[in-house]
């Protein structure tokens, strides 16, 4: 369908856009106009960024079942793969979410769509995007009314909006979940998506993925990191794939130059120039290339932002000349954390090793941390915590270790002292760095890259790191270390909790 045969129909133009609202769209060049001629919305076709791609991709990719340079018709083939959409704030994913569903609801009979979002909000929006859609015309193709949650089509298809909880996702089997910001799901949830999706008939089960990436090492960057092991399809674009194509603007003068380099010149989207304008004034260089251009994720909330693999990992052995020690934290569902580290004549921390281990008993650990250094131990110290004595057993967990061989000592002092420390040895006001990680520690250097302030529901950064179940564990044993082992000698005023 295209403008010149609109025109054409003259007087019946109406009647005409009607019937052809019933073809369903073949090729991504008759996709892109159906959706311009019936939902009033035109989608960026072109990749401007070197390995990126457009909007239209994923779409194509979504309903035809290929995303390919070409206009011929969509095939099977790639059909079932589940895909990945990182893209930019207002790039678009959420709606094109919502336009994907649509389609599917018109021209796939009997195809089950769940949305869920990382929040309640969240999950509504690409739904509103949808009940908005449904009122271009499309209001004949339901059956019965659009509830609050969910819609269901003539063709026997429908659309439901899930809650964030584990119950909700685990008692679904459709063939499209759509995770929008899956960045902000609870770990537990997307875990439970992962057995959500099943074919049904033609049409494949799919897991569809939608987010900005916020976080290194966060929920987002382990899906694109293992998107090839999993075999999902990564879509990514950027502002410059969706920005509107710029015509009278001098380079020299626009704060978008450093990061355009001529590139909106050849744009052909629907987002404001003087929006990415004012957007980039606005916002930190982090969060820019971030949250706009899909780059490295924003450090802005990272406890160590002094963190560096370059500056801190290196490769490191057991030396015998030095002294060991080892840092537990104590855990069984979430894991129990050890750290073997050694420290030379000038205070340098040299972190040798880690055990990290869930779901397995005390003695199981203590076997399998005495077999990893089998050698003389200068102290081991743990979670202060561990001294008290267990309402069942009466016995405490420090107790328990050391009948199996491991003897521990603990002193207690606020969260921030410990972090403190650390932060004096990662980047001392004058000096070299004092703490190097061998890298064989990919939890440690991974959480160190990882963990962020928590945020409370204002908004607001707390003082304290969040408390994720993940990365937060395997840091409280080295801060245990630190507490223990320098807080004297560095003058660290030490309260009790």
Not at 18 to 43: D, H, S, V
Request: with cysteine; aromatic share 10%.
């Amino acid at each position: 369908m295209s403008e010149e045969l609109i025109k054409v129909a003259g007087k019946d133009k109406w009647r005409f856009l009607e019937r052809m609202r019933q073809f369903r769209p073949r090729t991504k060049r008759q996709l892109a106009a159906y959706i311009q001629a019936f939902l009033g919305l035109k989608i960026p076709a072109q990749r401007i960024c070197e390995g990126h791609d457009s909007p239209l991709d994923y779409l194509a990719y979504a309903f035809l079942g290929k995303a390919g340079k070409d206009n011929s018709a969509g095939s099977a083939e790639g059909a079932g793969h589940d895909c990945i959409v990182w893209a930019n704030r207002g790039g678009g994913k959420t709606q094109l979410g919502a336009v994907a569903s649509l389609l599917e609801g018109v021209f796939l009979p009997g195809c089950q769509i769940r949305i869920l979002g990382g929040s309640q909000e969240q999950s509504r929006r690409m739904y509103e995007y949808l009940r908005s859609a449904l009122e271009h015309g499309f209001t004949h193709h339901l059956s019965g009314k659009i509830t609050a949650t969910g819609c269901r089509f003539v063709s026997g298809a429908a659309v439901q909006v899930l809650a964030q909880s584990d119950r909700s996702v685990r008692g679904h089997h459709v063939q499209r979940l759509r995770c929008d910001e899956v960045e902000l799901f609870d770990r537990d949830i997307w875990q439970g998506c992962q057995f959500v999706t099943q074919s049904k008939g033609d049409i494949p089960g799919r897991l569809e993925v939608f987010s900005t990436m916020h976080r290194p090492f966060g929920l987002m960057h382990e899906i694109i990191n293992s998107a090839g092991k999993n075999s999902m399809r990564l879509f990514r674009w950027c502002l410059w794939e969706v920005i509107e194509k710029c015509r009278d603007r001098s380079c020299s003068s626009c704060p978008l130059a450093e990061d355009c380099q001529g590139l909106a010149r050849t744009a052909n989207g629907y987002y404001a120039i003087d929006d990415a304008i004012a957007q980039k004034q606005r916002s930190s260089a982090a969060a820019w290339k971030a949250e706009m251009l899909c780059r490295e994720p924003s450090r802005e909330d990272a406890v160590f932002p002094e963190f560096s693999p370059a500056r801190h990992v290196r490769r490191l052995n057991y030396n015998s000349d030095l002294p060991l020690y080892r840092a537990i934290d104590f855990g069984f569902s979430n894991p129990l954390a050890c750290l073997f580290i050694q420290v030379d004549k000038a205070d340098r921390v040299l972190v040798i090793d880690e055990h990290l281990k869930s779901r397995t008993t005390l003695a199981e650990h203590a076997r399998l941390i005495k077999e990893r250094f089998p050698y003389p131990v200068e102290a081991t110290y743990c979670d202060p915590a561990g001294r008290q004595r267990h309402e069942i057993t009466g016995t405490a967990v420090t107790c328990e270790l050391a009948a199996l061989g491991i003897p521990t000592r603990c002193r207690s002092s606020r969260i921030l002292d410990g972090i403190e420390l650390i932060r004096n040895f990662l980047a001392p006001a004058y000096g070299e760095s004092r703490l190097v990680i061998a890298d064989r520690c990919e939890n440690l250097i991974r959480s160190f890259a990882a963990l962020r302030y928590s945020k409370g529901p204002n908004g607001v950064y707390s003082e304290l790191p969040e408390k994720d179940g993940i990365h937060d564990h395997i840091i409280d044993a080295l801060r245990y270390f630190f507490v223990n082992r320098f807080a004297r000698k560095y003058q660290l005023r030490i309260r009790k909790y």
